[in-house]
């Protein structure tokens, strides 16, 4: 039984494009769905889209209501139920606030990368620190080229990227959400 | 060091719908892009893309052509190199004979299911097969609501649904394949 509530958030800004600058991703609707899926498949508590730009919450904002509230939900109640994980805000500091809020405590927060930084937590190891301490994990997931150092820098914890079994490292985030949910909050495969 | 060739297939026919009619469901160019990032990933030799319809294929190619020849894959190489894997083909005979004559040996089909059947192999034991032994394994993957179960009940092996952390198990094709190459073929993570 995991000890610790886990929550995560799917940032925007900042983040590098494919020249290393500093941009704003748009918001994409297939994030949406999978993600949410894959959070609510491994139990997370809440799911954030942080997103600095109004227009883009109005955007996010309709599609999160036809799947919340109106015919999507209806016709499709499993993708409501993974729908209800997911809250919209403007920046990082809205969501350790939102969570400090429900769980009374600040939450440890996690950034994933696919480049390799220093002083990496392991998988193992945040595993365990997830399932057997009572504290609250908020794990940040990047878009575009990955999140920008100066956010990296600013965070808790960064998680070893994920090495497949080639130097190629370019999975979707969508794939890199469940392949990381899976290791840190799956049943344990590997010894079953 | 893996010894077995692994391929993988994305099957868009014979599918369950939503009221488990058999149906017949179109290609996704997300599931393409994804998908292939994932296997470039975890080294797959190779990815069919297996559908009926002939307008399909029309669709399908152009997409492929883009990102293997056109401007796509100038724009982004890393892109390119994974969408060299993808293979367009009508039906699953078509992909286990491409299969033979590439490897000179049958192919371990083994197909993967959100629903529990009996007998289905461990993640634990497919991969212990598949980094010792000198085979090939060919691991299908349906769309929409799931693979018919005739054609399940013909394939070699069926690998046991991927169990999250909640009754839940409605997670997209892209976050299933993600999460099973990396069971099968990723790093010992949970080991290290």
Request: net charge negative.
């Amino acid at each position: 039984m995991r000890r610790s509530k886990v929550y995560i958030a799917l940032l925007h800004y900042p983040m590098y494009n494919k020249n290393m600058d500093i941009i704003t991703t748009s918001i994409t609707n297939l994030d949406l769905h999978d993600i949410a899926r894959a959070a609510r498949t491994y139990d997370v508590e809440g799911m954030y889209i942080v997103h600095p730009s109004p227009n883009q919450h109005k955007l996010a904002g309709e599609i999160l209501a036809y799947w919340q509230e109106g015919y999507g939900g209806k016709y499709n109640n499993d993708r409501q139920e993974a729908f209800r994980l997911l809250r919209l805000v403007g920046d990082l500091p809205a969501v350790t606030e939102a969570i400090k809020l429900e769980t009374g405590q600040d939450a440890v927060v996690v950034a994933t990368d696919a480049r390799p930084y220093s002083d990496t937590v392991k998988y193992r190891d945040l595993r365990s620190d997830i399932l057997e301490t009572d504290r609250s994990y908020l794990i940040l997931f990047g878009t575009g080229w990955g999140i920008a150092r100066e956010l990296l820098s600013q965070c808790d914890r960064i998680l070893e990227p994920i090495a497949g079994t080639s130097e190629y490292n370019h999975l979707s985030v969508r794939s890199a959400v469940s392949i990381i949910l899976d290791r840190l909050l799956g049943e344990a495969w590997y010894n079953i």
